[in-house]
């Protein structure tokens, strides 16, 4: 990559740029040798002329994606300097010089294009304080973002891994991006980039992340699925049934919703799209619960009669897994599908207790991951498979009854409590969020007027931070909804 862009801007090399406050005409300081900037005023004049204010200035480059090479002032090839373009200045004095551009206070830029490819794009303002690779995890269309580093002699490289698409920041720096800058973005596709707003915006804007989750809040008291924001607002009933819903699972492209409908003593499981229209009843047999998708959608798992039992997202090819159990265990409940779809976790039942197990989807074998005494239930994986967080009421004090919520490692090490306090009512449903950083759960707390509430909190158990009201009654099962990519 470093030969890459080396072979791009030559034998170029990139300084830092000062720049005054000014409103209108803009004072720039340029360091010997090349110096990446971009204009923050509308400009009143020419290339040609901008090598005119001062003697020390040799050229103005502009980098083009679509030939992949430089136009220049120089040359003739460069005549015409606006905002929102990434600019290369030379200057031959040996120290610092100042000038100072004529120009208009700025406006609007709209879109700009970046092409597939490595694209040199100005900042001519900056509307928000973000790094490299935040941007970068916004839009998965950006493979690397560049900066030069006089320091270092070196980019500074944050880049998105092609094979596992997680993006690393090559030497252990991640830039802060800054108005009046330049940067080499590599962009997989053409998309266009805005910054006229409150954000950095690369093709659409980001989706606001949203929640889903049941509330038995509607007058007739039936459990219904509603969806919020992040921060609990917009609290919005998307299902429309006649009947109680419990369990909801959201599909990993964030498009439907697969979840179990309560008909008199009977259960089965239903799915609809995501804003809760287009419903339809996947199984009938009055005896299955709590769905999980397989990463990639295509199939759901779930639980018939205590047994795990997987179907096409349609609700065809019904088959139950014919998992060699292990001793003393007589039923099996809350599946979750690993994140690299090798596994299953499962809580395998005893007569007076339950642990967490994972099925082998090859070998259809069980591995114990809990080893506790009392009830262990509800796994979830996190994104990376490193990590379950579960439910448990095991304590050494007899005093102490009820649930907390625990993390292990997938291999049953590292037991960890993340809240503090027992409580005993609380739905043994958790959701990652696609980062890991944070975890949704629901249970009654002291100040809940003894409802279930939904809460988030970090993923090592620190601030948690209620998101329904107490009195909207039981809000429970939590899941985030995936973003589209």
Known sequence: MKKILSSLILT????????????????????????????????????????????????????SP?????????????????????????????????????????????????????????????????KFSELMARYSKISGMYKWSPAAGTFLQVV?????????????YDPVMAAAESYFINMSEEQPLNYDGSSIIVGTAPQAQKIIFTSNRSSSGNAEIYSMNLDGSAQTKISNHDFKLYSPAVSPDGSKIAYVGEIGSGYDIYV??????????????????????????????YVRSQEIWTMNADGSNQDKLNVNMSSGIYGLGSPC???????????????????????????????????NTGMNIGAAWSP??????????????PLETGFKVYSTTAAGFNLTPLTTAFTSRHTAKYSWSADGKK??????????????QI???????????????????????????????
Not at 284 to 295: C, E, H
Not at 470 to 483: G, Y
Request: glycine letters at 8%.
């Open 272 to 301: 609809m799209n995501i804003d809760g229209s287009n419903y339809k009843k996947l199984t009938s047999d009055n005896q299955s619960s709590w769905p999980s998708w397989s990463p990639d959608g295509s199939k759901i798992a």
């Open 66 to 130: 679509a030939s992949g090479s430089f136009l220049s002032a120089g040359e003739g090839t460069l005549s015409n300097l606006s905002a929102g373009k990434g600019y290369i200045v030379k200057s031959s004095s040996a120290s610092n010089i100042t000038v100072t551009v004529p120009g208009s206070a700025l406006g609007q830029i709209g879109n700009i294009t970046l092409k597939a490819g490595f694209n040199l794009a100005g900042f001519s303002k900056m509307p928000e304080t973000v």
């Open 337 to 371: 599908w690993s994140p690299d779809g090798s596994k299953i976790s499962v809580t395998g039942f005893f007569s007076s207790s339950s642990n967490i197990y994972a099925i082998n989807l090859t070998a259809l074998t069980m591995t114990q991951i809990t080893f």
């Open 384 to 397: 990376d498979g490193s990590k379950l967080v579960f439910c448990s009421d095991m304590s050494s004090n």
């Open 455 to 485: 809460y988030i909190m970090n993923s090592d158990g620190s601030n948690a931070v209620r998101l329904t009201d107490p009195s909207a009654k039981d809000n429970d099962s939590p899941c985030f909804v995936p973003l589209a990519k």
């Open 439 to 452: 975890i949704l759960f629901s249970e009654a707390r002291p100040g809940d007027s003894n409802y279930i």
């Open 160 to 172: 998105r891994n092609p094979s596992t698409g997680v993006v690393e920041q090559l030497e252990g």
């Open 12 to 63: 170029l090399v990139m300084s830092l740029v000062l720049l005054s406050p000014a409103l209108a005409d803009q004072s720039l300081t340029l360091k010997n040798g090349f110096n990446f900037i971009s204009f923050n005023q509308s400009l009143s004049l020419t290339a040609a002329q901008f090598k005119q204010l001062n003697a020390s200035i040799e050229d103005v480059y502009l980098y």
